[in-house]
């Protein structure tokens, strides 16, 4: 006597039902990419109010020493950020390819070297 195992069904993620299974690289790649340029957005749009919040301080410190130092921090800690966050998706996107989550037939033209 043979039983049938029916397959562990969760109504919310309802949509991978019908994937198949090999295609879990391709899923999860999508899925923390949606998550990660969510991050990267906000993030981004806080280090662009941060900016300009550096850039106001400094215009309004009229010269006083120590409101100048700090607007100059604000604004070296926004242009970090920028770099940090640019940084940060790039090294997501080599991953991604590295891995082969997402394959040459995509928008992400990045050539990398290979041994041969």
Request: glycine share 10%.
């Given at each position: 006597?043979?039983?049938?195992?029916?397959?562990?069904?969760?109504?919310?993620?309802?949509?991978?039902?019908?994937?198949?299974?090999?295609?879990?690289?391709?899923?999860?790649?999508?899925?923390?990419?949606?998550?990660?340029?969510?991050?990267?957005?906000?993030?981004?749009?806080?280090?662009?109010?941060?900016?300009?919040?550096?850039?106001?301080?400094?215009?309004?410190?009229?010269?006083?020493?120590?409101?100048?130092?700090?607007?100059?921090?604000?604004?070296?800690?926004?242009?970090?950020?920028?770099?940090v966050l640019f940084a940060s998706w790039s090294i997501f996107l080599i991953l991604l390819r590295f891995f082969g989550i997402?394959?040459?037939?995509?928008?992400?033209?990045?050539?990398?070297?290979?041994?041969?």
């Amino acid at each position: 006597m043979f039983y049938v195992i029916n397959p562990v069904t969760n109504p919310v993620i309802d949509f991978l039902k019908d994937k198949n299974p090999s295609d879990s690289p391709a899923i999860l790649g999508t899925f923390f990419g949606a998550i990660i340029g969510f991050m990267l957005s906000i993030a981004s749009i806080w280090s662009l109010i941060q900016f300009v919040r550096g850039a106001f301080l400094w215009i309004g410190s009229g010269g006083d020493k120590g409101k100048l130092e700090h607007a100059q921090q604000i604004l070296l800690n926004a242009i970090l950020g920028f770099v940090v966050l640019f940084a940060s998706w790039s090294i997501f996107l080599i991953l991604l390819r590295f891995f082969g989550i997402i394959g040459a037939g995509t928008d992400l033209n990045i050539d990398l070297p290979q041994l041969e």
